[in-house]
């Protein structure tokens, strides 16, 4: 059965030729794809809008993955796994019909990296109170705002994964010569979270205006975790409107019919022969 279907249907085949062939391993644990087989996705990709380009490159960078390889692959994966469902499709069902699959699954990818960039700014917004709360205790105890810094970024145990990333490139880049109001801004861009750069412009304008660094990062404490509780309260509102479908189209119709049920069944059975509907 499987010869016959390769035999018949080569797409099948091709598929995992391809997929055999051309995604390599890493020593650093990643797959790419080889420049030869990227490099013409790519150039379709940068055909389209400058705009939706730009926002694959800044949800790239959101997600952690802001590299030039990162945007090849994600080219080769939503151009090539769309001919792949077109040629596929196309055995089955009708050319239109293949078309819209096809385009549809071009569009999946740009969810997916969505998604992860939301789950992403997520974590850092969680963990980025106790950040605050910890460069605290650091200015305390008589460390400069830089060696702060360093410091929370080696809690890797205590934050976030993403946050403590984005804190080691944020060291990294200071320490390498950038100006810490440059340096702050970059980690908005690199993050797109608007609390870092409301923290990063908070901290500029301690150190020019020579205000007291642990007033204003216990400010930001507060307001960091106020807002999260605000966003949880909001979410919670939400609740009940997202129960709202489920709970009418899927719940209710089972429990109207096991309610009900049996005094129908009896009701019809008392009254339809009486009227002679079935007889």
Request: positive net charge; contains cysteine.
């Amino acid at each position: 059965m499987p010869i016959n279907l390769f035999s018949n249907y080569p797409e099948f085949l091709l598929a995992g030729v391809l997929g055999l062939l051309l995604f390599r391993y890493r020593q650093e644990g990643e797959f790419y794809l080889p420049d030869w087989f990227s490099r013409p996705a790519t150039t379709v990709l940068y055909a389209c809008p400058r705009r939706y380009v730009d926002w694959l490159t800044e949800l790239l960078t959101w997600s952690g993955r802001g590299s030039n390889h990162a945007f090849q692959s994600l080219s080769s994966i939503k151009l090539y796994s769309a001919c792949l469902v077109f040629l596929v499709a196309a055995v089955f069902v009708t050319i239109p019909l293949s078309l819209f699959l096809a385009v549809l699954v071009f569009f999946v990818a740009d969810a997916l990296l969505l998604l992860m960039v939301r789950s992403r700014q997520r974590a850092i917004r969680e963990a980025l109170p106790q950040a605050v709360d910890l460069m605290v205790l650091c200015v305390d105890a008589g460390l400069s705002l830089d060696a702060t810094v360093q410091r929370v970024a080696a809690e890797n145990t205590v934050l976030g994964g993403a946050l403590n990333e984005e804190l080691i490139h944020l060291c990294r880049d200071m320490l390498f010569g950038m100006e810490r109001e440059r340096a702050y801004l970059e980690l908005y861009k690199r993050t797109g979270v608007d609390e870092l750069k409301t923290l990063g412009s908070s901290l500029n304008q301690s150190g020019k205006l020579g205000l007291a660094i642990t007033k204003v990062l216990r400010g930001q404490s507060e307001w960091l975790r106020a807002k999260l509780a605000q966003k949880v309260e909001e979410r919670a509102a939400k609740l009940p409107i997202y129960m709202a479908f489920p709970l009418w189209f899927c719940i209710m119709p089972a429990l109207l019919l096991v309610v009900l049920g049996p005094s129908l069944i009896l009701f019809f059975k008392q009254i339809l022969p009486n009227t002679g509907l079935f007889q």
